[in-house]
């Protein structure tokens, strides 16, 4: 009889899992669906934080639409530049691009940005499931607002270990300043630094205090309009959902949390994280995760979601969204506490939280044991010809005016520089002291890299002309990497504690302040592709690379990716 019953629930095993193959290799072809978006890019003015200031828009919203997808489907977005005098791209932000580099929406690297009154159609398959953004990737514009997130649902049937409502929440900051006058003052000489945002927003929604302007202008500046109430996330009691969390900020690294509740933190960068449970969730711009989020407390009130500043001395205060425990109302004269988050320069918990995310096993493959090759990648400020940059390995990196990918693919030459960009850098340096160094250059340069080869990347933080160490978020296109690891001071290869076991896969991690973050990838997408701080400011000043891989391989470029530069002249034959 034992027997028996032993052999049903094996029979019964079997056929659960016939099941679970039929789903899976045959719902692909079922589910897989193309959305044809139409966005209209515009300048609108827009009270986020009750303060009127112009603002980009897709269709009329900032943050711009959310795309909420199914893994296997093809996005066809065509985007129609009306911003009367500025052009446009948009990337894709954590979606590989898998041999489809000329879609990865970045101007002077895979295309030329859209003209005013022109247009640019995106087309690419969103093959993995998970948290992803879009945002601009023309200049600093970003940071204006054009920016949203994506969602990727595995395929029905598809194993996940997780399956709940989701609550969508996008980061940014905000700044009362346009883009234009932080470039000029970046490229000033002397140069001026652009000082911290004037609020941080949830969902495109901040409170800016009007009173601090003096005289209020009910025009310029209005604490009583709508638009600048906070968000509210709308739950029941007594369940479990996932907020699917993302960081579009120009300059600030956050801390998120929700009064009372715990976070189960699932997912990171479309990646499954071992779970772990937390009471803040520390994210740095660039950065998706998923948390788990159960409504177990008393549901008679309502809690408050906020987030704060940290890694740079906070300036700006901190942003408030409110968890709506329904059918609570909602009462202006009784809205709950924010929690008010960790201190900003507690440097250990925001690194020991990052050594907390491992991959989560059965989903994240394990890296390759070696490396074929390995960067060292110094980060500083320098002074190059009077102006302050951001350098990597005394190299401060400029991007052409004809992208680089078409350049390769079409020959032209004196594009960019083709001297090798630098793999390392003297270790004698000492990352304490504030840099003197005279040589530092700017450049147009690339890391040319062998294809379907291993590559580590060791990222060395060092003091900068202030006199401190900043966090830097870095990002990669085209690929995500393995996080090998953090540690404090400078790297040592005999000492330092790498995870060779079960280490997270990313495609956004932080470098902690006089510190190292080691990461391993695969060059495995034929193309060039940036790797970059994703702090706007930092960014415009120089601090990225481009990775060039197997770029042969990658097809004649389209004419939409064409027209500027010394690309104008070339026809498609
Ligand atoms: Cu999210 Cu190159 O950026
Ligand atoms: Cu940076």
Redesign the pocket.
């Given at each position: 009889m034992a027997r028996l019953s032993h052999s049903i629930a094996i029979l019964t095993k079997l056929q659960v899992s016939c099941i679970f193959v039929l789903l899976t290799t045959v719902m692909p072809n079922v589910e897989a669906r193309t959305h044809n978006l139409t966005w209209k890019v515009t300048y609108e003015y827009k009270y986020l934080d009750c303060f009127k200031k112009l603002a980009i828009a897709i269709n009329g919203q900032t943050p711009g639409p959310h795309i909420n997808a199914t893994r296997g489907d093809t996005i066809i977005v065509t985007v129609l530049n009306n911003l009367l005098m500025e052009n446009v791209a948009i990337?894709w932000?954590g979606i590989r691009q898998l041999g489809n580099g000329w879609n990865d929406g970045?101007d002077s690297v895979n295309q030329c940005a859209a003209m005013p009154g022109g247009y640019f159609t995106y087309q690419f398959v969103v093959d993995q499931a998970g948290t992803f953004?879009y945002?601009s990737?023309y200049g600093m514009q970003?940071s204006s607002g054009l920016y949203g997130l994506i969602t990727v649902n595995p395929l029905l049937g598809e194993e996940t270990p997780y399956h709940y409502e989701d609550r969508e929440i996008v980061l940014s900051d905000w700044y009362h300043d346009s883009a234009y006058e932080h470039a000029v003052k970046l490229s000033s000489k002397p140069y001026v630094w652009i000082g911290e945002p004037q609020s941080l927003l949830i969902n495109g929604r901040g409170r800016y205090q009007c009173e601090l302007l003096g005289v209020s202008n009910h025009d310029q500046c209005n604490g009583s309009r709508t638009e600048c109430t906070p968000d509210v996330v709308k739950v029941k009691p007594k369940q479990t959902y996932r907020f699917r969390i993302a960081s579009l900020t120009s300059l600030s690294a956050l801390s998120f949390q929700i009064e009372g509740h715990k976070m189960t933190v699932v997912e990171t960068d479309g990646v499954h994280v071992v779970p772990f449970v937390t009471d803040n969730l520390y994210i740095y711009s660039?950065e998706t995760y998923s948390v788990l989020v159960t409504t177990d407390q008393n549901h008679s009130r309502n809690y408050g979601i906020s987030i704060n500043v940290i890694a740079r001395k906070p300036e700006t205060p901190n942003g408030f969204a409110i968890l709506n425990y329904e059918p609570n109302p909602l009462d202006a004269q009784h809205l709950p506490q924010p929690p008010p988050g960790p201190l900003w320069n507690d440097t250990d918990s925001q690194r020991n939280q990052s050594l907390a995310i491992k991959g989560l096993r059965g989903y994240v493959p394990a890296p390759p044991k070696t490396a074929d090759k390995v960067l060292h990648l110094l980060n500083t400020q320098n002074i190059v010809n009077g102006f302050k940059v951001w350098a990597i390995n005394n190299v401060s990196h400029a991007l052409p005016d004809t992208p680089y990918l078409v350049a390769l693919k079409l020959n032209i030459t004196d594009v960019f520089d083709p001297t090798p960009a630098p793999e390392d850098y003297d270790h004698s340096y000492n990352i304490y002291k504030i840099p003197e160094n005279t040589n530092a250059t700017t450049s147009t340069s690339i890391y040319r890299l062998p294809f379907n080869k291993t590559v580590d990347i060791i990222l060395q933080n060092a003091k900068s002309m202030g006199g401190d160490s900043e966090t830097h978020p870095w990002?990669l296109?085209g690929h995500n990497f393995w996080v090998l690891g953090f540690g404090k001071d400078k790297f040592n290869p005999s000492t330092a504690s790498l995870n060779l076991e079960n280490p997270i896969m990313k495609n956004?991690v932080p470098l902690f302040p006089y510190g190292w973050t080691a990461l391993r990838f695969r060059t495995d997408n034929p193309g060039i592709w940036?790797f970059?701080c994703?702090i706007e400011a930092h960014?415009y000043l120089g601090m990225l690379v481009l990775f060039e891989s197997g770029s042969d391989m990658v097809t004649k470029p389209p004419q939409q990716n064409m027209g500027c530069g010394k690309t104008k002249n070339y026809i498609n034959p």
């Open positions: 990337h932000h970045t953004m945002h990737h970003k660039g990002h296109h956004t940036l970059h994703h960014f």
